[in-house]
């Protein structure tokens, strides 16, 4: 399994239109992208979006109502789920319960029809690159859950599948151990160059292992990007309250500048400066989005900040940060997240900050109705 | 008022627990009088026996007839097994996996033997049977217990596979397994354990049946179960206990092999 010998890189994997219904639901709606060759692409989105059901359009147990499928520029759409040549883990790891970690991983190989020196041998190169060398003999029921998912893992790359589809693979482990398979996972997948299609609906999870994103809702797709681009442009108030976490404020357009930038009057008077990415007017009602860790209490002195004054109202102390939530009188109520830093203020409930954060932080979202 | 063990006591429990043991005694009180009475050295049916022998137990081996039945009877009962067992399992597969119109009512009438007295079938079945002058084959005995065996097989077979995770097979598929290879190197180990009990009580539903061979039994071919019915008519001898009792150690041992079977995969 080494990659170097017969460098089988990832394929490019391109949705065109990708469409399902069940009945009356749609589950999945004209979604088009393009993953890479060789990336790590994730699905997000909360539950029911519709990423499962994409993923298993991919894998083939699905099949689209419209649109097209094409895996390094073939169509895939005739060929039933056992000669796409796609692996694939599922979220409840799908071990073979009857059959030894070892086994389990030569299983694709057996169907194959491999010789057995050469199952022997990359069951062998499986086990050690997911670190399971010397569970051959152990049934998966003597495994823990990480181990299993390991076994699940190692079974799906055996056979050198050029596309690696996981659904929600690490949702049953505790916290370390996933942080932990996330490392792993992000290692074998540099190592063997496979493109890999993966789905969450941990924003963490996939803003740290992905290349490319997409952001699903309600079946389609909001934006796909890099991390940094959804974390730092988000198009919309829902991709920025999904990835990440944002402040909201209602608000009134009441003057606007020609590089994007516009003043706004939130609702309970404070005026803002933010930046938009479609031209907005004066009058219009926008939604101004901004993370609350670019808020900072009182230090900031430049002209050029957002300001709002305001009384602590709650703190969570977090370890490494801690929220407080600042109430703005009639504008509402802002979360701040401050890092503990060596010598870093503690602030206690009842005092009175200054609020002060960058208009470049500040995105404005035209409000169509009364979405968000 | 709750006892130490979390359990009620008091006149109303030892009523319940004087009526179960009633029921208990009148369930097993005949089943014990007939292995005792098989061992009986008298030359008639008398309990309590006035002394212990295997004479009867001679007398049911020895007898080339007898001999003779307990072959039909075992050829039978296997022979429906198998055929319960192959039909059962694919129409389970049917009836649990599939999506098509009418899946209520095919369910309904895989299980209707169950609602049918089988006095009935088996009328049916010799009408059937004469027909194709098919009676008095041992044959045409399986076909008949096939459809009485059928429901309790397809019971236990899709209650089995509505457990089974089908995402299973689903790996199976995506690992490049075909259909076929994902079915018997996945799904059937995995469901075997049911596959098997319901097989085995397809046996005991053939073993023990007596109306359908009574009507599609032949002169030379008899199940133990006609036989036994027949000499009934006849004479009453302790043989018949005898026969009993080997019915009775036949059905205890399947039963018997199916809870270990499924003790082995409940751990
Ligand atoms: N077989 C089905 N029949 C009918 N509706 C379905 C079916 N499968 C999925 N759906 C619907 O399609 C939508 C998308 O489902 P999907 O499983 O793809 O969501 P998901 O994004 O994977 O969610 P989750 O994070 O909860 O797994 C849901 O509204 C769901 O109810
Ligand atoms: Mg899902």
Not at chain 1, 85 to 99: E, I, K
Not at chain 1, 306 to 334: E, F, H, P
Not at chain 2, 32 to 47: C, E, M, N, P, R
Not at chain 2, 77 to 83: C, G, N, P
Request: with cysteine; glycine share 8%; proline share 5%.
């Amino acid at each position: 399994m080494a990659a170097p010998e017969g460098v089988r890189a990832g394929a490019e994997v391109r949705l065109q239109g990708l469409t399902k219904l069940f009945g009356p639901v749609v589950a999945v709606s004209d979604v088009s992208m393009t993953v890479p060759a060789g990336s790590f692409f994730t699905l997000l989105g909360p539950s029911g979006s519709g990423k499962t059901t994409t993923l298993m359009m991919v894998a083939g147990f699905v099949h689209p109502s419209r649109g097209a499928i094409a895996i390094d520029g073939i169509d895939v759409a005739a060929l039933p789920p056992q000669k796409r040549d796609l692996g694939m883990v599922f979220q409840s790891y799908a071990v073979f319960p009857h059959l030894t970690v070892s086994e389990n991983i030569a299983f694709p190989l057996e169907v194959r029809k491999v010789s057995a020196a050469e199952i022997r041998r990359r069951v062998g190169e499986a086990l050690e690159l997911v670190r399971l060398t010397g569970y051959e003999r152990r049934l998966p029921r003597q495994l823990s859950g990480g181990e299993q998912q390991r076994v699940a893992l190692a079974r799906a790359l055996v056979f050198r599948p050029r596309v690696l589809l996981m659904d929600e693979p690490l949702g049953a482990l505790d916290k370390k151990l996933r942080a932990h398979m996330q490392l792993e996972l992000k290692r074998i997948q540099r190592h063997l160059h496979v493109t890999v299609i993966y789905v969450t609906h941990d924003q963490e999870e996939a803003l740290t292992m992905s290349d490319r994103v997409a952001v699903m809702r309600g079946g389609q797709t909001e934006q796909v990007g890099t991390p940094a681009e959804l974390y730092e442009s988000p198009v919309s108030p829902f991709v920025a309250d999904f990835v990440g976490e944002s402040n909201f404020l209602d608000g009134v357009v009441i003057s606007t500048s020609p590089d994007g930038r516009a003043v706004v009057r939130a609702e309970g008077g404070l005026e803002l400066r933010g930046t938009s990415r479609e031209p907005l007017h004066v009058g219009q009602r926008v939604v101004a989005a901004v993370r609350p860790e670019k808020i900072v209490p009182q230090d900031a002195r430049a002209s050029e900040l957002n300001r709002g004054k305001g009384v602590v109202d709650q703190i969570v102390y977090a370890g490494d940060a801690t929220r407080y939530s600042v109430a703005l009188g009639a504008t509402g109520t802002l979360t701040v997240k401050v890092q503990n830093r060596l010598a870093s203020r503690q602030l206690a409930t009842g005092d009175l900050v200054e609020l002060a954060w960058d208009p470049g932080d500040t995105r404005l979202f035209a409000r169509a109705s009364d979405e968000r | 008022m709750i006892g130490a063990e979390g359990q009620r006591t008091g006149p109303g429990t030892i009523g319940v627990v004087a009526i179960a043991a009633a029921v208990l005694v009148f369930l097993a009180a005949p089943v014990a009088i007939i292995v005792i009475v098989s061992f009986s050295g008298a030359d008639y049916l008398t309990f309590p026996p006035p002394r212990l022998s295997l004479r009867w137990y001679e007398r049911f081996f020895g007898t080339p007839e007898w001999r003779q039945s307990i072959v039909v009877s075992v050829q039978v009962a296997s022979l429906t097994m198998v055929f319960a067992t192959v039909l059962g399992l694919a129409a389970s597969l049917a009836l649990v996996r599939g999506r098509f119109r009418g899946k209520g009512a095919i369910y309904a009438m895989l299980l209707s033997p169950m609602i049918v007295p089988t006095i009935i079938t088996a009328i049916g079945l010799y009408f059937f049977f004469v027909k194709l002058k098919a009676t008095g084959s041992i044959l045409a005995m399986a076909v008949g217990h096939t459809v009485l065996a059928l429901p309790v097989v397809v019971i236990i077979i899709t209650a089995t596979l509505q457990g089974f995770d089908l995402r299973l097979e689903l790996a199976a598929l995506s690992l490049g397994a075909s259909r076929l290879v994902a079915l018997r190197r996945v799904t059937l180990p995995l469901i075997a354990p049911g596959v098997v009990s319901a097989a085995l009580f397809a046996f005991l539903t053939s073993f023990d049946e007596l109306l359908i061979p009574l009507f599609l039994a032949g002169v030379e071919v008899q199940t133990l179960t006609v036989r036994v019915w027949n000499s009934l008519l006849l004479e009453v001898d302790p043989t018949i206990a005898a026969v009993s009792s080997f019915l009775i150690a036949v059905t205890c041992a399947v039963l018997g092999a199916s809870a270990l079977l499924r003790r082995r995969t409940d751990v």
